[in-house]
């Protein structure tokens, strides 16, 4: 079975820091992969996904990820933080080979921003 | 696009007593849904895989006789927690896959039902 792992559960920075969030996951075949932002009393929305391709992709808000399959990492980045970025952010994984639909979340990374 | 709800947004209820809780895709039809349960600081966990005309698949440690879901539209799910407990208190999230097939699954969420059983 798949597994997600956040090794940082909360992260704090100022305005304008540049943000790396880890995420690494557990499965040896073909994986789709996620991040979602939950904002403050918000539901989850989908911040980026990697299918296929260039392993190196954008999502909303000037979010990107770079899946590297070598290290079974996919780390969310963003050059420049916001207040607005203050959210819980969770990386997930869907594992689709042998019939497998389950997405597997990680246990999430609380960011605040500091103004 | 892919807009997902969840009605209602919050219920208590008492222990003993039976609360449904409605998953509607808005937008698009979906074959699949999905149920998740989120404790509080915690991820989410996936309870069960809704599918349309079919019986529901529950993860394992998921009581089906407790935790009923229904999938009887392409917009629609439901899940009713029977004999609700303290202990099932929670926040219920679905969500619904678009499109239906799974090598290009995008899940698209619900905002939740903050249940609380007294």
């Known amino acids: ?115 | 696009g892919a807009v997902v709800s969840q009605h209602p947004s919050w219920v208590i209820c008492k222990s003993g007593t039976s609360v449904k809780i409605e998953c509607r895709s808005l937008d698009f039809q979906a074959t699949t849904m999905f149920w998740y349960r989120q404790f509080p600081k915690q991820s989410l966990m996936l309870m069960a895989t809704s599918n349309e005309g079919s019986k529901a698949t529950y993860e394992q440690g998921v009581e089906k006789d407790k935790f009923l879901i229904n999938h009887a539209s392409l917009t629609l799910s439901t899940l009713t927690v029977t004999s609700a407990h303290p202990e099932d208190s929670s926040f219920y999230i679905c969500s619904a896959r678009d499109p239906p097939t799974p090598s290009t699954d995008t899940q698209y969420f619900g905002p939740g039902t903050r249940l609380t059983v007294l």
């Open chain 1, 1 to 115: 079975a798949q597994s997600v792992s956040q090794h940082n559960h909360h992260v704090i920075l100022s305005e304008a820091a540049s943000l790396e969030l880890g995420c690494n996951y557990s499965y040896g075949g073909t994986v789709n992969l996620f991040w979602y932002v939950q904002y403050p009393g918000q539901h989850l929305q989908l911040l980026l996904k990697y299918f296929s391709g260039d392993p190196l992709v954008k999502g909303i808000k000037g979010f990107e990820a770079e899946f590297i399959k070598s290290k079974f990492s996919f780390n969310l980045r963003k050059p420049s933080v916001q207040w607005s970025d203050t959210a819980e952010y969770f990386c997930a994984v869907n594992a689709f080979d042998f019939g497998n639909e389950k997405l597997t979340f990680g246990t999430g990374t609380r960011l605040t921003i500091i103004p």
